[in-house]
Every structure is written in structure tokens, then in C-alpha cells.
């Protein structure tokens, strides 16, 4: 044979040592696939790999953590949530279990309002303020008189169904929406910098007025509505943090779609599934090549490993949802 | 055909574990903070469940045992970035 046509023939050891290129290239499928000769893992696969992969997820956590510092208001959460489907969507809930309606009270109103703007003023993320500062201050201050009273607080939800499912899915919230302690409900929604991430915080408070005759009235309620409702322009109130820190904005959002440049909770739940889904189908790739071309590895059980990944990938896709209660 | 059973049942135990895992998930999709409870739960059990069963079929060595530790702290910090933002 001619030397000329051994050089091209891939299966000549010749043609490899005449082309170290083509032969990287031959190699590189070795990074996604099993290696039939070492009898190992994809090099992706490797031990090495999996340490670099948990240092790269541990670099996007700080990141995520980061940004906010430098940038403020740059990561956040998209919002749509608003006090008219709150109040709906909380009688509906009481409905279903033959309870009364709460109505919707004004100084309750005021006082979830300024338990948000509290929690942006003095950055927070609790039914006690680090002062000392309780709920049930706020509603007193407000004017009212109780005898019985409640808070459910939620952050960074999408929509105004999420917050209430997740408030009917946590037993102790439940047993404030569906508590028959309680005649009137005051929400505040509102806009604004919590920990250097663009949020929006919800408040819901309940309470059972010491005089019945101090119940709400629908016109009450709906005069309310009307004032935080869709026609309403939101006016941006402006506070400077106590401790000198960054200036927190503070807005309402009655009805405005809020966004964030980077919505977080879409950017870390699509950077898990990613990265969930990459190394899922190295997996996969190794447990079909291994069994096609009968590779036997000395190494855990990668059918084992796939198995685990699903249904980390099952439960971020069904049931992780971006928003936190407490 | 022992060991093939053996196997079985060994697969068996994670399947059934992963089947609580998602419950576990499912009731508690709203509180963040029992989630990342359980995600700890789903790691330590995978690792403590690699390790036996590497232990089981005499294949432990400290390359196996670094295998499933690796394995299940990758697949933790997958899990916890989503349920920390």
C-alpha cells in the first residue's frame, strides 16, 4: 500500500501520528462519553469535574449575593400582586369552608402599610421589628381597638393567587385566613429595596373590632379599593435608612406590574435546572454508551446518581415557586 | 440471581426514599425553611445509602467513597441555590 493512502486511512496508527489534531478530536467525544479502554466516566463526569461543579455553584451563590451589594435594585423579583385579589381570593377561601367574609377596614389598611414601609425603612424581614416594634403596635397606633388581631407577611411572589396558596398551604397562616376570630382584613402591598434585592412585600392584618358597630361598611371597602386600586398612581415615597446605609425606595404598588432587571428567582431556579439538566444527560449518556458498548466501570452507581437528579430536577420544576412567608 | 435481587432491593430503598422526598416537597412547596431541612435530608441519605451499598458489594475504596460525597453535595448545592433566591 502507498504511504500516501495509509496516511488517510484513520484506522493506520500512521494516519493518528500524522494527525495529532484529528486525534484530539477523536478524544473530545471522551468528555461526554464513557472511555471503553480506561473503563471511566466521561471526563465531565470526572471527580475532578464534580469538585469544579460545586465550586461554580458555590461562585453563583455569591454572586447572586454579590450584585445586590455593588448594584442595589438590579436583582429582584417580578411582581403583580394587588389588595383587590388578596381580599377575593381570602373571602374565597373562607367561603369554601362556610366562614363569613372579611371586610376590607381602613386603619388596618394603614397599619399593614406601615409595617411594609417599617420593614424597607429599617431593612427587616419579620412580624417583630429589631426595635422592639410589634404588630400589633401598628394597628393600635392606627386607632384601632381590637379584641382579637393577626399578621401573615409574605415576600417575592409573582402574583397575588401564589401568596394566598402559600399562605393556605402553611397551617399556621391558614389558621389566621380561616380563623373565625376575625371580621376585617387590611392589606399593604408594597415596592421596594430589601437587602439590596428589588422586592415587594405583602402584609395582611386581621382583627375583630372591640365595638361591632366599628365594622367596616361596603362603601368603606370600597372606597378603600378605589384609593389603592387600578386608577391610583403610585407616588414613590423616599426614606433614608436610620443607620446611614444605602437609600431605601419605598412604593406602593397598587396595581403597577413591578420588575427588576434580573428577576432572581427565574434566574436561580433556570440556572439549577441547567445545570441539573447538563449533568442529568451526561448520565444518561454514560448509562446508554456504558450498556451498548458493555463497559464496566469500577465506580458508584451512575444509574443511582441519575436516579437522585431527577428528582432534584422534579421538585425544582414542580414545586419550587419564588416568594418566602413567614 | 441473589445479587441481582439484592440490587433490587437496593434500588428499592432509594426509589421509596425519593418517593418520600417528593412528598415532603409537595407539602411543604410553601415553607423555604423545612425545604432546605429536607434537601439536607435527600443528600445525607443518598451518601450514607452510596457508601453502604458501595460498602455491601466490598467495591468501597476512598475513590467510590468521594464519589458519592461529591455527588451528593453537588446535587445539595443545586438544590439549595434554588431555594435560596
Redesign the interface.
Known amino acids: 500500500m502507498p504511504l500516501s493512502t495509509i496516511e488517510k486511512n484513520p484506522t493506520s496508527i500512521k494516519y493518528w501520528r500524522k494527525n495529532p489534531k484529528a486525534l484530539d478530536k477523536f478524544q473530545f467525544i471522551y468528555h461526554f462519553l464513557p472511555h471503553p479502554e480506561k473503563k471511566t466516566r466521561a471526563t465531565l463526569l470526572s471527580h475532578k469535574s464534580i469538585l469544579v461543579y460545586c465550586l461554580l455553584i458555590f461562585l453563583v451563590t455569591g454572586l447572586f449575593r454579590l450584585i445586590p451589594l455593588v448594584f442595589p435594585g438590579v436583582l429582584g423579583y417580578a411582581s403583580d400582586v394587588n389588595i383587590r385579589d388578596l381580599l377575593t381570593y381570602t373571602n374565597q377561601r373562607r367561603k369554601v369552608v362556610g366562614l363569613s367574609e372579611l371586610r376590607l377596614n381602613a386603619k388596618l389598611t394603614q397599619a399593614a402599610e406601615e409595617k411594609a414601609v417599617n420593614m424597607f425603612e429599617k431593612n427587616y424581614w419579620a412580624h417583630v421589628a429589631p426595635d422592639g416594634t410589634e404588630p400589633w403596635d401598628f394597628i393600635l397606633r392606627d386607632g384601632y381597638d381590637y379584641i382579637y388581631a393577626g399578621e401573615n407577611l409574605a415576600k417575592n411572589f409573582s402574583t397575588s393567587k401564589d401568596v394566598l396558596q402559600a399562605w393556605y398551604d402553611s397551617p399556621s397562616h391558614r389558621d389566621n385566613l380561616l380563623s373565625t376570630n376575625y371580621d376585617e382584613v387590611g392589606f399593604a402591598v408594597q415596592n421596594g429595596i430589601l437587602d439590596g434585592y428589588e422586592t415587594t412585600l405583602v402584609v395582611q392584618m386581621f382583627g375583630r373590632p372591640r365595638s361591632p358597630s366599628q365594622i367596616a361598611s361596603v362603601f368603606e371597602e370600597d372606597s378603600i379599593l378605589k384609593e389603592k386600586g387600578e386608577n391610583k398612581i403610585a407616588v414613590p415615597i423616599a426614606a433614608v435608612s436610620p443607620n446611614g446605609g444605602p437609600e431605601v425606595r419605598v412604593q406602593t404598588a397598587s396595581s403597577e406590574k413591578k420588575s427588576a432587571i434580573v428577576d432572581l428567582g427565574v434566574a436561580s431556579k433556570t440556572v439549577s435546572l441547567a445545570f441539573g439538566g447538563f449533568v442529568g444527560s451526561l448520565l444518561a449518556l454514560d448509562v446508554w454508551y456504558s450498556k451498548k458498548k458493555g463497559i464496566l466501570k469500577f465506580t458508584g452507581h451512575t444509574f443511582a446518581h441519575l436516579t437522585l437528579l431527577v428528582l432534584v430536577i422534579v421538585c425544582i420544576w414542580f414545586f419550587i415557586r419564588p416568594g418566602v412567608i413567614i | 440471581m441473589v445479587e441481582k435481587s439484592k440490587h433490587l432491593m437496593e434500588?428499592l430503598l432509594?426509589?421509596a426514599f425519593?418517593m418520600v422526598?417528593?412528598y415532603l416537597?409537595?407539602?411543604f412547596?410553601?415553607?423555604?425553611d423545612i425545604?432546605k431541612i429536607v434537601n439536607l435530608g435527600?443528600s445525607l441519605f443518598?451518601i450514607s445509602?452510596?457508601l453502604a451499598?458501595?460498602a455491601l458489594e466490598g467495591?468501597l475504596n476512598r475513590?467510590?467513597a468521594?464519589?458519592?460525597i461529591?455527588?451528593?453535595?453537588?446535587?445539595f448545592?443545586?438544590?439549595?441555590?434554588?431555594?435560596?433566591?
Not at chain 2, 29 to 32: A, N, V
Open positions: 434500588y432509594i426509589i425519593s422526598f417528593l416537597f409537595y407539602i412547596r410553601s415553607q423555604k425545604l435527600i443518598y445509602w452510596g451499598h458501595a467495591r475513590l467510590v468521594f464519589e458519592y461529591g455527588f451528593g453535595t453537588m446535587v448545592l443545586t438544590l439549595h441555590i434554588a431555594l435560596s433566591f
